[in-house]
């Protein structure tokens, strides 16, 4: 006997279920489940920037990374409709706990973007406050922030924060994740809690086919949507690279779990353009061609055909275009700027006060900073 | 005699492959190892030349890695599984120290658990957060837990045979700061034992003590302290648990001061075991109070200020400036 061999990607793609309300080419269709009639040319033109201004927001920091000015990025390229469809369905009472790919939706909850650049310059582990944006810092522990999420809905079921029935009040809380994530214990347990307290969360899972090199299909053997069923929730399975699928379905299990209906996990099929991070090389595990594929499914191109057909005038995307151009060039600038940490302040975000032991090892840092200027002076 | 020249990486792969060669019994297990090669590309090709079953890409877990490593120890394998960075080791805490350490002493010694885990540890590579961190007094304070680190190729290809040999689990911490260095490789003496300490260097003036990434740095210390009349004597010390300190005792008493060195934090660290067990057994022939130079009591730091964070040069030869002068 042998073990089975780690199956050939794509054994699991195209034979399940898959919520599309815009095809590839740019068709809409409607699905009786997830209404959106009220989704018009000028939402969709706002989702178009949206995407647009991700993209440049990641090929930005791409560049910087290889200028030598980051020492890393992990690439959203590809995954924008998953994280701007989801993002653009957070009301501003929601609360998002986000890993550490996730750029598009850290610009739906208003941070700016040249605050997602300090993490991975090496300058501060964390540069946004996550209560003023409820958006949580990039998790880089697979998995772990699925409970964050998931405590904080209960958290929201014990303020009764759910199921008045008031926009403005009921609340509801979204985990990211990635299909490698499935297969850790935390997201297991969270998925168990979420079920036992009918907390109001939402699993957002970007299935972009890869953790790192290792194929979707070493994880799991049935799509990740079907896990859910055997937790005791409902699992949807849409389309990661539409934009109108991911809002309209993430809108509907939000408003679910707003209401008190509990959790849902959403599996938006997509793929990672890139490489896993600016470290990766891809072409050890995946084939040209696969990545090929995929680009004629790109989320924004469909996007764009739609709005064409629509009528949405050249000058829109011109000036669409340019606002990224102006967003790249104010990325550029803001990243040579960011200030550089100070080891003697990182000292008092150890922990709520400074214990007399932990000064003096400051009082010890500063001592050798003092000695290293004059050293270079 | 017969030398290669590898980098310590590459000679951990050799180490790795040395070990499949010689018993079919020795399976890979971790996140990225096969098709990949790792991250650092420390199990390049094994999978391709030993195939699926001996070099496992598992899936995304490491307290599954872990426990099905013991499951398969309990079957007569010797598993030896990847963790892929430091940070990503606590998910699999729960097996090593409830589990790992212990099943031999529950069974009564029934039970041998030769597993080995390796894990690329501490800082200086410009890394983000939970890619830089040096747990392994965690791991040394666990009863049942064996804890070694390598500071050279020729220790890298010799120390992970001698690891999968034991039939004790070990905990192998990779000094991934140094995967690139290159070094002249015996393939055919080990030279020492797994669990002995080495000195790397002679000197008179005070004995610096190391393991892992800080040997190099240490060394360069005593380089640039000669330069100045001072004679460092260097101690690499090899196997953390259990430790073998009889050449660090022999040396304090020669030298009357001790410096340790390590990236971890300071407070328990394995600085203060050291300390302890040198003030112990060395007391009369002390000059100066043990010295510690190490991480200091916060998180791992952004990258940006890892230099400020880590021993350095500078930092070392004050201490033994300090001992000195005490
Ligand atoms: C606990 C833990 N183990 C391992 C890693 C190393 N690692 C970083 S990303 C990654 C793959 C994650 O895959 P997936 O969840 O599918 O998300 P993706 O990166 O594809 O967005 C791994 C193994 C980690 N960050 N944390």
Known sequence: MTLPMTPQPGALAGEHELVQLLSPDGTRRHDPRFPDDDVEREQVEGWYRDLVLTRRIDTEAFALQRHGELGLWPPALGQEAAQVGSGRALRPQDFAFPTYRDHGVAYCRGVDPTQLLGLFRGTELGSWDPQEHRYGLPQIIIGAQTLHATGYAMGLLLDGAVGHGDPERDAATIAYLGDGATSQGDVAESFVWAASYQAPVVFFCQNNQYAISVPLERQTRVPIAQRAAGFGFEGIRVDGNDVLACHAVTRAALQKARDGGGPTLIEAVTYRMGAHTTSDDPTRYRTADETEQWKAKDPIARVRAYLEAEGATPDFFASVEAEADQLGARLREACAQLPEPDLADLFSSVHTDLPPELAAQRDDAVAWQALDERGAA | ?326
């Open chain 2, 1 to 326: 005699m017969t030398t290669q020249t590898m980098s310590l990486g590459g000679a951990i792969n050799a180490g790795l492959r040395a070990a499949m060669e010689r018993d079919d019994r020795v399976v890979l297990m971790g996140e990225d190892i096969g098709r990949l090669g790792g991250v650092f590309r420390v199990t390049d090709a094994l999978q391709k030349d030993f195939g699926e079953n001996r070099v496992m890409d598992t899936p995304l877990g490491e307290s599954g890695i872990v426990g099905t490593a013991v499951g398969l120890v309990t079957r007569g394998y010797r598993p030896v599984v990847e963790i892929q960075f430091d940070g990503f080791v606590y998910p699999a805490y729960d097996q090593l120290v409830s589990q790992v350490a212990k099943l031999h002493f529950r069974s009564a010694g029934r039970i041998r658990v030769p597993l080995v885990v390796r894990i690329p540890f501490g800082g200086g590579i410009g890394a983000v957060e939970h890619h830089s961190e040096s747990p392994e007094a965690q791991f040394v304070m666990t009863a049942g837990l064996k804890v070694v680190s390598c500071a050279t190729p020729h220790d890298a290809y010799w120390m992970i045979q001698e690891a999968i040999e034991s039939d004790d689990p070990v905990i192998f911490m990779e000094p991934k700061r140094r995967y690139w260095e290159k070094g002249e490789v015996d393939t055919s003496d080990p030279g020492v034992d797994l669990w002995s300490s080495v000195v790397r260097r002679r000197g008179s003036d005070a004995t610096l003590i190391a393991y892992g990434p800080m040997v190099r740095t240490c060394l360069d210390a005593a380089t640039t302290a000669a330069d100045e009349g001072i004679e460092l004597e260097v101690i690499d010390l090899r196997s953390l648990s259990p430790l073998d300190l009889g050449p660090v005792f022999e040396s304090v008493r020669r030298t009357g001061r001790a410096v340790v060195v390590h990236e971890a934090q300071r407070t328990l660290g394995l600085g203060a075991e050291l300390s302890a067990r040198i003030s112990e057994e060395c007391f009369y022939s002390l000059e100066a109070p043990v010295q510690r130079v190490t991480g200091y009591d916060m998180p791992y730091p952004p990258s940006r200020v890892e230099n400020e964070f880590l021993p350095s040069v500078d930092r070392i030869l004050d201490a033994v400036d300090t001992a000195k002068e005490f």
